[in-house]
């Protein structure tokens, strides 16, 4: 059973940077990507990594300030924000979608974490 738990999320101010993680289980090697969901809104491709690690995809709004990585000896996937605005604030969510490319909507990605919440306040 595949199995998903993100952590890292809190109280930050803007201007801070924030790193998120996601503890992967029972998943094969596969594009691992993170979302993020404001109420009320759906979800929204933030950026994603191919299972070897060799190619990554970002939102427009993430290129500069976001970083995704994976460390598959650990089984783990990151995402580093530096530069943290109040517009920042969701929750975050890992996904594992296909193996073979990056979609950018959730539809695509059938496991999910729990979540993790990032809150962005002065």
């Known amino acids: 059973q595949v199995q998903l738990v993100e952590s890292g999320g809190g109280l930050v101010q803007p201007g801070d940077s924030l790193r998120l993680s996601c503890a992967v289980s029972?998943?094969?090697?596969?594009?691992m990507a993170w979302f993020r969901q404001t109420p009320g809104k759906d979800r929204e491709f933030v950026a994603g990594?191919?299972?070897?690690?060799?190619?990554?995809t970002y939102a427009d709004f993430a290129r500069g300030r976001f970083t995704v990585a994976r460390d598959n000896s650990k089984n783990t996937i990151s995402l580093e924000i530096i530069n943290l605005t109040p517009e920042d604030s969701a929750v975050y969510f890992c996904?594992?979608?296909?193996?073979?490319?990056?979609?950018?909507?959730?539809?695509?990605?059938?496991?999910w974490g729990q979540g993790t919440q990032v809150t962005v306040s002065s």
């Open positions: 996904a594992a979608g296909p193996r073979n490319y990056i979609p950018d909507t959730a539809s695509k990605y059938p496991y």
């Open positions: 029972g998943s094969p090697l596969t594009t």
């Open positions: 990594i191919t299972w070897n690690g060799l190619a990554s």
